[in-house]
C-alpha cells in the first residue's frame, strides 16, 4: 500500500506522541521534500522540527515532483506542500493521501485520490486498539488543531459502538 503525507497529520501525530500510529497502520509513509522542508521550519512546534530531524525508517522522503502545468494552475491556491503531496501521490497512484487541507482534500478527491485526514487516521487506530480515542482527542484539543464539535462527537460515538459494554 503506498501512502503519501502531507504536513499537517504528521505535525500533529506528533504533537500528541502518536506518530506511530502511522506505521503500524500503513508500515511506510512518503512525503515529499517540500513537506519535510516544512516540518523543520523555525515556526515549527520543537517536537517536530527534532522528530523531522532524524526522521523514522518508516518515512520515505522523495524529491518534490515536478508540477505538470495544468495541475500548477489547478492547484495553485494551495500552498506548496499540499500541492506536492496531490502531484506525488498522482504519480506514485497511491492508495491513500493522509491530508488534512479542506481545499488540498477537494483537490485530491477531484484527482480521485482517496484521502484521510488527522481525525480518520485516529480513528482508524481506535479501531484496531492502537490508542484510546478519548485520550488522543483530548491531547489534540490541548494543541491549536481545528475539529468541530459535531465530528467529535460522531468519531466518540462510532468508537463506543465498537467496545463491547463492561
Do not use: C, K
Amino acid at each position: 500500500m503506498i501512502v503519501v503525507a502531507d504536513a499537517t497529520p504528521l505535525r500533529y501525530l506528533v504533537l500528541i506522541d502518536a506518530i506511530a500510529v502511522l506505521p503500524a497502520l500503513h508500515a511506510r509513509i512518503v512525503i515529499p521534500r517540500t513537506v519535510a522542508d516544512e516540518l523543520q521550519r523555525p515556526r515549527t512546534p520543537l517536537p517536530v522540527r527534532q522528530w523531522m530531524a532524524a526522521p523514522p525508517a518508516w518515512l520515505d522522503i522523495r524529491p518534490s515532483p515536478p508540477m505538470p502545468e495544468p495541475s500548477a494552475r489547478a492547484l495553485s491556491r494551495l500552498g506548496a506542500g499540499e500541492r506536492d503531496a496531490i502531484v506525488l501521490a498522482q504519480m506514485l497512484q497511491a492508495d491513500l493521501l493522509v491530508m488534512d487541507d479542506w481545499d488540498g482534500r477537494a483537490a485530491a478527491l477531484q484527482r480521485g485520490l482517496t484521502v484521510l485526514g488527522t481525525l480518520g487516521v485516529l480513528d482508524e487506530a481506535a479501531a484496531r486498539d492502537l490508542v484510546v480515542l478519548t485520550d488522543v482527542l483530548t491531547r489534540l484539543q490541548a494543541t491549536n488543531f481545528r475539529m468541530p464539535p459535531a465530528m467529535v462527537e460522531m468519531l466518540l460515538a462510532r468508537d463506543a459502538a465498537r467496545r463491547p459494554p463492561r
